[in-house]
């Protein structure tokens, strides 16, 4: 009984070990950043005018704005303001954002709850666990299927994690995530659309709906996860050694081994081995800008299906490009969000350099995904020509971003949303939540606007 | 190009011919009906706790309660309470509930919005023509495979009903079927569970975010039915011919040919054929319940597949009982809400007239669904055995319910949720629907209390 034992999990697990609670905290950390980097976005801004406009009694504060509204409309807006930048986390075992739709649940219901920091922590990092073992037993067919694993593995996610902060018995979780199976969508065909982060969104909301339906005895089929015509098959999966996933639930945590991978740069995580590289070739080589020739980027097979723009002319087309990544690193040195924006993409030396951006096909009899793989990468000057082979994940538990650095991308991410002044503050705040008495206060200072 | 032409028709569409406006009334009056019996039922007081509790700003009336509530969650509560008794219309094309979805959706808008009787006819109207012809393009497989339409294709015809009544533009429908699109599940997993109702009404409430967040100017996918990654396929349709169905928008409307099929009883609609005609031996040769020593009822492949339960223990398994409805009737001489309560189904004296019921496969090389076949009975006395095969269903065009039972059950299921005199007023006023200059009147009359 899959569905019973991954409920069991959920409801019995009262701690965290305390390397799993300290990467749950920088997860917390960086999606928290994304968010508020996020806001600012027209899908985000939308999203936030249709929750102001339905008016729900004020409960969990809307990141970016001045008010507060229904957890599960709280957790609708604010996931897709983690999601809109594809800025935030990745996971491989999900095969998708693991904290786009479960960390605005753990926040927003969180804060309904007046949970501590510690109980926050534990709930998201419970989600994770789901997310990362249900990615696998739902395995690659799903996702190549057309099937947005983000929103659709997510949604269970997110349901234990409002069950977990619930105290929901394990039949009540049983319920809602057959509430949830029934309420799931979230497709691949949305990508390149506000769509892709409203299907996060709908899914942190529709987690909400379902549990609290279920908390309030609201019946569903109660073992959604197995049987010949389990959710899964209907999905899209081709199912193999479920059993087995399940098993290793918290042995190891999916958030210490594999571990997230953070963004380094607001751009597709497939893009990411090659700029890693890219970086370490010119400090090695003391590379300048206009001595490059050529640079040379090669992809195994699969590990850069979503890079599809070869001529991107928007900054969101820059993001799913191969080349122009490259292209903007190689110029200014750095990523961040002002080089994805519409006018950074067409400014004539992007152009230019693109031209030298060379993209190849590495032959390999194995196909990777985004998060799992490696990028041949070389850079040709009058010098002679520089190369490597990239096989680890910058933002990856194998090539961690620097603590300095990432609380960098926070504070770059946060003044967006806030003052210079209020980001420092909930850094601070944010490094010391596992002793925060009550995450409203926290929600409170992420929901501030100027 | 599917997807647009689909658009057009929903946007261009301006008025009815008379006889698809008289079918949209009769469905408004059952639909309505059907949805008052159902607001005493634990599932919709579970669905009203929820979104009273949300505590929306009043805009739509939320159905036999006394608050009024954001349109997406009136819909839902009000989907939920017209689909939960399996009481609301069968539409063969749709294989499927279509007015669940639909018509909350219209009346829920339509109250926002002030629209006139006739304008809420008409917007429903198109509704139902959506969810006929996309019915026929998703076809079978997409069923057996283990959807629920009534909430899979009912979301897309539930978002064109209030893409109509908004006057949105091609464009604005055409995002909002890519979010609903995103929004989209049901699973025949939850049938027998209250979850059933639960995804008429995710797919009512997911329809009108759908439409607002389109409108607002949120993007997705602007062609969500063609090509070869489509929606439908993505959910299991072998499409064939898709083109034709769509050739054939308004002509005829589905609402008039096949038209509804509207339940005599509050079952499973298989049961239907096979009561009807029993009726009908019972009446032509006057038997009596004392003479009858067995009642004989035979089903070709497929066309009881929901009737599951031979030996019945509660109301709801009485429902989908091939056994019991026959007994009821028989012992009864009628069936209504108040035959399928636990205690109904618990009397010794159904249980000894079930004993008489025997069961059969009729060898057939065809396979029906539940709302196309037919079904042979008989009745054993000592004078004789009498037969039929009745190869049409009660309460379809082909064998109508007459006007005056039709306001009969109206009745029957309003006076659940209000007095007498409050239900007589609002066939009444049903009955005129076509010149309400505004539906809020109707609206009201119908969430009244008491």
């Given at each position: 009984m899959l569905t019973q034992q991954l409920a069991r999990f959920v409801c019995e697990t009262k701690a965290l070990p305390g390397e799993v609670q300290a990467a749950a905290k920088v997860a917390l950390m960086d999606t928290l950043g994304c968010a508020l980097a996020g806001v600012t976005e027209p899908a985000a801004r939308l999203a936030r005018e249709h929750v102001a406009e339905m008016g729900a009694r004020p409960v969990a504060s809307v990141w970016g704005a001045n008010f507060s509204t229904a957890p599960a409309e709280a957790a609708f807006a604010n996931a897709i303001a983690t999601h809109v930048l594809d800025f935030d986390d990745t996971l491989s075992t999900l095969r998708?954002?693991?904290?786009?739709?479960?960390l605005p649940v753990a926040l927003a219901v969180g804060e309904q709850m007046g949970a501590s920091g510690k109980q926050v922590l534990l709930a998201y990092a419970i989600g994770i666990e789901v997310a990362g073992k249900l990615g696998r037993i739902f395995g690659d067919s799903h996702y190549l299927k057309g099937w947005h694993n983000t929103a659709t593995v997510g949604i269970f996610a997110a349901t234990a994690v409002a069950a977990h902060l619930r105290g929901d018995s394990e039949q009540v979780l049983r319920n809602a995530w057959g509430i949830a199976a029934a309420e799931c969508g979230g497709i691949?065909?949305?990508?390149?659309?506000m769509s892709k982060s409203f299907q996060s969104g709908h899914a942190a909301r529709s987690a909400i709906l379902a549990e609290d339906m279920a908390r309030r005895g609201f019946t569903a089929n109660e073992a959604i996860f197995d049987g010949n015509d389990s959710f899964q098959r209907l999905y899209g999966a081709e199912e193999k050694n479920a059993g087995q996933y399940v098993q290793r639930l918290g042995s190891p945590w999916d958030l210490v081994q594999p571990g997230m991978n953070y963004k380094?740069?607001?751009?597709?995580?497939?893009s990411h081995r090659g700029l890693g590289g890219l970086l370490e070739l010119i400090a090695a080589h003391q590379i300048k800008p206009d001595e490059i020739e050529a640079v040379r980027i090669g992809f195994p097979?699969?590990?850069?299906?979503?890079?599809?723009?070869?001529?991107?002319?928007t900054g969101l087309e820059g993001k799913f490009s191969a080349q122009y990544p490259v292209a903007a690193l190689v110029i200014d040195g750095r990523l961040n969000?002002?080089?994805?924006t519409d006018k950074a993409v067409q400014r004539p030396a992007a152009r230019a350099m693109m031209k030298k951006v060379e993209r190849y096909r590495v032959a390999d009899t194995a196909v990777y995904s985004g998060t799992v793989g490696y990028t041949d990468i070389a850079v040709k000057t009058p010098r002679g020509e520089f190369s490597m082979r990239v096989d680890k994940g910058p933002?990856?538990?194998?090539w961690p971003i620097p603590e300095r650095e990432h609380q960098e991308k926070f504070l770059s991410c946060a003044v967006c949303a806030m003052s210079a002044g209020k980001a420092d503050h909930l850094l601070a705040m944010i490094i010391s939540v596992d002793n925060l008495p009550d995450i409203r206060e926290l929600m409170t200072a992420t929901a501030l606007k100027g």
């Open positions: 998708g954002h693991a904290s786009a739709s479960t691949l065909r949305n990508f390149g659309t380094r740069w607001p751009c597709c995580y497939c097979p699969g590990a850069d299906e979503p890079l599809v723009y070869n001529d991107p002319q969000l002002q080089s994805f933002g990856s538990r194998s």
